[in-house]
Nanobody, 115 residues
């Protein structure tokens, strides 16, 4: 089991920046991928970005060039730096840890971008 605690959400104007953090309660195994998903009101949850233990990353097309995911394996923490935020980035952002055998979710943190 692992508990994921997110922080860093909030209200920001369009064009602004936010940094999300997600701390895991235990050491991540090398096979575990850490990532961020988001769910806007009335929409399905979607992948924003993911990072493997070795550092390889994957981004949704809508955030490429604006968001950066990073991972501190020593601190069991994953970050999402969000720049040039747009109103359409407004959503609840969820931290995720997954492997071929299990998947864990954080409680979510609200990000609201005003126009």
């Amino acid at each position: 089991q692992v508990q994921l605690v997110e922080s860093g959400g909030g209200l920001v104007q369009a064009g602004g920046s936010l940094r999300l953090s997600c701390a895991a309660s235990r050491r991540m195994f090398s096979i575990e991928v850490m990532g961020w998903y988001r769910q806007a009101s009335g929409k399905q949850r979607e992948l924003v970005a993911a990072i493997a233990s070795g550092g390889s990353t994957n981004y949704a097309d809508s955030v490429k060039g604006r968001f950066t995911i990073s991972r501190d394996n020593a601190e069991n923490t994953v970050y999402l730096q969000m720049n040039s935020l747009k109103p359409e980035d407004t959503a609840v952002y969820y931290c995720n840890v997954r492997s071929p055998w299990h998947e864990y979710w954080g409680q979510g943190t609200q990000v609201t971008v005003s126009s």
